[in-house]
């Protein structure tokens, strides 16, 4: 069963991916910010959900993001922080006034959420293998 979680999430992190090239496309800045962060949070989930670890909070998948990847250096500290600067980046998007993001800035990220992914979906594919193998 965790496997078809896993996989489901990692779907899901492509979806939200195109979303967000969608919405950059047509000028949806604030959308696009909001749908970079779900795809980067979809693969975060699947890839802690590797290890069988699971929360219910954003605040809780990207802590054990941070202890179980990004601090044994399993993820890299250049994607740790970009993930969680997304989380921040969407946050204000979503809840504050007044807040500006250029289309450079959100092209940007666009590029780094793919290099993310790509990079995570590795380390998830590795983890998957080797497990099949023990």
Known sequence: ??????????????????????????????????????????????????KGLSSSKHSGVRSLFNKEFVKPKIVSEKHGDFFNKMFEFRQRADYEDFVEFSKEQIKGWLDMAKDFINSVEQIIEKIVEDKKQS
């Open 1 to 50: 069963m965790r496997e078809e979680i896993i996989r489901y999430r990692r779907e899901r992190a492509g979806e939200a991916l195109e979303e967000a090239e969608i919405m950059y496309n047509n000028g949806k800045l604030f959308a696009a910010v909001n749908r970079i962060y779900y795809a980067t949070f979809y693969e975060v989930f699947a890839l802690i959900l590797t």
